[in-house]
């Protein structure tokens, strides 16, 4: 699996309009993180999907 991780954000770090937190936890599909909404000035958890996930046309 070390092929076929997600991007293990570092708190600090900005992704599009979100400013990653914490990381809350990880699994099969991916990882998730408390982040901060900067337009709507609030938390939220934010999924980010495994890479071979992503791509794949099945899932659409």
């Known amino acids: 699996m ?4 997600a991007n293990n954000l570092e708190a600090g770090r900005s992704l ?3 400013r990653i937190l914490k990381k809350l936890g990880a699994g099969g599909m991916g990882e998730v993180y408390l ?4 337009h709507l000035r609030r938390k939220i958890a ?3 999907l495994l890479q071979t996930l ?6 659409a």
């Open 16 to 18: 599009a309009h979100y």
């Open 35 to 38: 982040a901060e909404d900067t």
């Open 2 to 5: 070390a092929n076929d991780t």
């Open 54 to 59: 992503a791509s794949d046309q099945r899932s």
């Open 46 to 48: 934010l999924k980010i």
